[in-house]
């Protein structure tokens, strides 16, 4: 059974019309992350949330922004969708020094 | 920066034994060595860390020189599923330690 679950799977939608994606946990894990993955290169990371603390990553662009509003939920906000955030957007949990990655969400802007 | 270095792509026969070699000459001494993968369109998947002894589990081993600035996964008998990219990372070991993907080795299984 999935314990890291991103919905969509895919999502698509226009340039500069605000989109959110979600990613959920049933681990109980206390920390999340958002990761943005562009074709043929590795993942990076956006930012993570240990608890509600939030701590965002110094090149991450001021369009992305993040809610957790409780454990089990994480929120991925890109404010003005550009062409060049088209991208997988991968969430993950952790603890004990492992990560637990979803599926990942792949968005395409028009 | 990804503090890393991995050979771009590797092949290995199936049934045979895939190493993957990984540099990591600036590694601190309270950061651990974690192995992951990635399979085509799905999320990276943990493999196995270390931090200075030889690891092995279920799905690999992690050898680590003693000096720690370097490492090899050994996937001892590969197959055509062990067909991805697979990521060398140091981070230190807490639940909320960053880890930073360097570009990683993809590895291909052949027939």
């Known amino acids: 059974d999935a314990m890291v679950i991103q919905n969509p799977r895919y999502q698509v939608t226009q340039f500069g019309k605000p989109v959110t994606l979600s990613c959920s946990q049933t681990l109980n894990h206390n920390v999340m992350y958002w990761y943005q993955q562009k074709s043929s290169q590795a993942p990076k990371l956006l930012f993570h949330?240990?608890?509600?603390?939030?701590?965002n990553e110094a090149d991450t662009p001021d369009n992305f922004q993040s809610r957790r509003p409780n454990t089990s939920f994480c929120f991925l906000d890109i404010r003005s969708p550009g062409l060049g955030d088209a991208a997988m957007y991968l969430c993950?949990?952790?603890?004990?020094?492992?990560?637990?990655f979803g599926a990942g969400t792949r968005l395409s802007v028009l | 920066d990804a503090k890393t270095t991995q050979p771009p792509s590797m092949d290995c026969a199936e049934g045979r034994a895939a190493n993957l070699p990984c540099n990591h000459s600036?590694?601190?001494?309270?950061?651990?060595v974690y192995w992951y993968r990635q399979i085509h369109s799905q999320g990276p998947q943990y493999i196995i860390h270390g931090l200075k002894n030889n690891e092995t589990n279920e799905m690999a081993s992690l050898i680590i020189t003693e000096d720690r600035k370097s490492s090899t996964l050994i996937l001892p008998h590969a197959t055509l599923r062990d067909t991805a990219v697979y990521y060398c990372i140091v981070s230190y070991g807490s639940s909320a330690s960053k880890i930073i993907f360097g570009s990683g080795t993809r590895l291909s299984i052949r027939p």
């Open positions: 993950a949990t952790s603890k004990d020094l492992i990560q637990y």
């Open positions: 949330y240990y608890d509600k603390d939030f701590n």
């Open positions: 600036t590694i601190s001494g309270n950061e651990y």
